[in-house]
T-cell receptor, first 117, second 113 residues
């Protein structure tokens, strides 16, 4: 089956620094990737939708200058948390669809735990 | 090793009838369960959840049942409507605040007219 990987699986950084998280589709071409933030015991919050070769579409309330998303190829999207603060500590999960997202299938990555000290 | 399993990749149900989507889990430490719904070209959206202290949670046409001894939960949709055609993801989380949500692979529900 289709596999989505994320790297790193966990990261600790100091307040004020930037962190990049990679999301890769390993055996299919992901024309659309989604980035989520997981709130404890809550539902996943969609942060942005990223289409290959174009600018990401951010959900309301998500700062695009703080959460930089790049989807430069059909197998890689990156999320950069800039000037991270402790309140940015969370799980970040990506998912990917092929066929421009018109497919019903969506494959989730394992998530990246970010801790900002 | 899949901790959350949705063994039916797809399901077709007549409009107006009951849709039952099943989910099994292996990790007895899970104590919070969620269902997500996904339309094509959109991200999953939260649908309904249940805590392990309950065995049933109802929200309108959607009811989730939890059988802890069998490590099984199900989502019932009644009556099924055409707009319910989507992929449904089952997910589970542990007791700790920072526990990660583990997703199943999804079941595609097709409501027949």
């Amino acid at each position: 089956g289709a596999v989505v990987s994320q790297h790193p699986s966990w990261v600790i950084c100091k307040s004020g620094t930037s962190v990049k998280i990679e999301c890769r589709s390993l055996d299919f071409q992901a024309t659309t990737m989604f980035w989520y933030r997981q709130f404890p015991k809550q539902s996943l919050m969609l942060m942005a939708t990223s289409n290959e070769g174009s600018k990401a579409t951010y959900e309301q309330g998500v700062e695009k200058d703080k959460f930089l998303i790049n989807h430069a190829s059909l197998t890689l999207s990156t999320l950069t948390v800039t000037s991270a603060h402790p309140e940015d500590s969370s799980f970040y999960i990506c998912s990917a669809s092929d066929l421009g997202g018109s497919s019903y299938e969506q494959y989730f990555g394992p998530g990246t735990r970010l801790t900002v000290t | 090793d899949q901790q959350v399993k949705q063994n039916s990749p797809s399901l077709s149900v007549q409009e107006g009838r009951i849709s039952i989507l099943n989910c099994d889990y292996t990790n007895s430490m899970f104590d919070y369960f969620l269902w997500y719904k996904k339309y094509p070209a959109e991200g999953p959206t939260f649908l309904i959840s249940i805590s392990s202290i309950k065995d049933k949670n109802e929200d309108g046409r959607f009811t989730v049942f939890l059988n802890k001894s069998a490590k099984h939960l199900s989502l019932h949709i009644v009556p099924s409507q055409p707009g319910d055609s989507a992929v449904y993801f089952c997910a589970a989380s542990g007791m700790n605040r920072d526990d990660k949500i583990i997703f199943g692979k999804g079941t595609r529900l097709h409501i027949l007219p």
